[in-house]
């Protein structure tokens, strides 16, 4: 190493690589090889890009990502505690499924996000000169009554194109089923054989540690939790997808889904009639609240987990 090596603090030389994402792009800008960059922030105890991720560096990420709340999470936080790459630590977070996309963000990221998008539009005017601009009221009614008309006038099928459209965008992004919408303190995230779920109720958390409970028994093949969507196509208003709260894989490989309803609605009783409907080969078993209460007599104390 030369002493205009040593020269360079490794924090500088780290702060580098957080924008650059490679060490010869690093050397590149430092005038230093690449593989000098990677053995100076090795030896610092830095972990770079596709480094192997050991069973602490994952216990310090799931234990962040379930313990913080959302209006102070940093993601550059546990990647300092980490000495990793934000970036890659995000991306380890989404394979392990800790990701939340509709998480909120904290104050100091909304701050952080505005900053840049006010510095961007300031170093670039609208293409089209209009920066600043705004329409008069007259414009503004003219243009609410062409979309009134527009929304009014069109055919009752496109409409129903549209909103099947927007949902399967949703259900691709997954959003469709929004997590973050709390409304009860029973509802959570939980980790049940291995499998990180946003649960709606205690009941639910209860019935999946019995699923769990039987697959570790033999009893059942796999479980799985809102993992399957139906669709209504044929519907133009109203409920237009089910998405049943548990998929069981039985010993003979057979597919049966099970929902969890201590109260049913008119919207759950659409759901599920339309689903008997368009899916009659698909076998669904709804336990009520008299089935539910009598499995929690049966399995309260022979269940893992199981909470009264």
């Not at 329409?135 to 194109?161: C, D, Q, Y």
Request: contains cysteine; positive net charge; charged residues 30%.
């Amino acid at each position: 190493m030369t002493r205009s090596d040593k020269s360079i603090p490794v924090e500088k030389i780290w702060q580098i690589y957080l924008v650059q994402k490679s060490v010869w792009k690093v050397g590149n800008i430092l005038g230093l090889a690449g593989q000098t960059v990677y053995e100076k922030l090795k030896k610092a105890g830095y972990k770079l890009l596709r480094s192997n991720w050991n069973t602490d560096e994952i216990n310090k990420l799931e234990s962040y990502y379930k313990n913080t709340n959302s209006l102070d999470f940093d993601i550059k936080v546990i990647a300092n505690i980490l000495k990793r790459p934000y970036f890659g630590v995000a991306i380890k977070a989404s394979k392990l499924g800790l990701s939340n996309g509709t998480r909120r963000k904290s104050k100091k990221t909304c701050q952080k996000m505005g900053e840049r998008v006010r510095k961007w539009h300031e170093q670039n005017p609208h293409p089209r000169g209009s920066l600043g601009l705004k329409h008069t009221t007259k414009t503004r009614k003219i243009l609410s009554e062409k979309s009134l008309a527009a929304h009014k006038n069109r055919p009752k099928e496109k409409e129903a194109e549209r909103i099947m459209k927007m949902l399967k965008t949703r259900q691709k992004n997954g959003t469709l089923i929004p997590k973050n919408q709390k409304v009860s303190w029973k509802q959570a995230w939980h980790v049940i054989g291995g499998k990180r779920h946003y649960f709606r109720s205690s009941w639910e958390v209860n019935y999946a540690h019995y699923l769990q409970w039987l697959k570790e028994r033999n009893e059942i093949t796999e479980w799985n939790y809102e993992i399957q969507t139906f669709w209504f196509d044929k519907i133009k208003r109203g409920v237009r997808s089910y998405t049943p709260d548990f998929q069981i894989v039985e010993l003979n490989d057979d597919v049966v889904f099970h929902e969890i309803k201590g109260w049913m609605d008119d919207k759950s009783k659409t759901k599920i009639k339309r689903m008997a409907k368009y899916y009659p080969e698909i076998k669904l078993i709804v336990i009520d609240s008299k089935a539910y209460k009598k499995l929690c007599k049966q399995l309260s104390r022979l269940v893992p987990g199981w909470s009264q």
